[in-house]
């Protein structure tokens, strides 16, 4: 009687709260996503979505079979992943889920090492910072920034991600008695730690980066951003701060997927080479941290 599509979308509204973003999730449109609502409730002779202050609300009847649409999105997604973890072919599709700051700063040149070297794997990047849900194979492989790996995860921790406050030689040869701060909108870089005034702001690392390079003020960056940056250097006498985790993780059901299995070995190892960088032990020569600590083996989630 009723379509998995719709039932998806029916989830994917319930979630994000409105049609527009469910829509933007999904990656379809918004004419889309309220055309196969319609079918659905049509099919359902009732509405499943109110209009309230913050957007779509369930209606009664939303209320009433959202468990039930969550226990068939679970079991599809169950043979999903059965499915593919069977496939025994290393051509294909897989599908990496990894923060475009990482991305663009350590791996790209890795990344197309591997896609000339397995020109049978079709690899799919996406470059988000929000946690892909492994379980709805929203994504295969996620390299994921994050002290929390999901429940049913396997992989391992594969680099400490530590912030340093970072500036341009420009500002240092100015530098006012009060810095000029570039502050974040995350948690371990949304305040000065020295004295002085928070000039510019930003949601993106990105764009901090860029105002930092450019002379505005200093601030706290990934050391992965910052030192491979070559028109910045970390503040002097300054140590990196510790603050984040980077893990490589795939469900546990698609783990021996011969093409999952290629892509995560491929990350465990060139992660080998790039730890120092990510760790925060490669600093410009202005640098005057002393010397760099010993790092601990990365270990493996319990299956």
Known sequence: MFDWDDLKIFLAISREGSVRAAARSLGTTHATVSRRLKILEGKLDAPLFEKGIDGAELSELGHTILASAEEVEKSVSRIDRVAFAKETSLAGSIRLTISEDLYSC???????????????????????????????????????????PPHGAFGRKIADSPLAIFTSLGYLENRPSLDRWITLDYKGASKPLTPGNIVGHSNSARVAQHMIRNGTGIGLLPCFMGDSDPELVRMPRTAPLPDNEIWALVHSDIRKNPRVRALLNYIYEIFKTHRPLIEGDCPRDVQDNGPSQPKKEPHVLPL
């Open 106 to 148: 350590v791996l790209a040149e890795d990344l197309a090492i591997f896609q000339t070297q397995n020109p049978q794997i079709e690899l799919e990047i996406t470059a988000s910072n929000q946690m892909s849900n492994l379980a709805r194979r929203e994504t295969d492989l996620a390299i994921r920034i994050t002290k929390a």
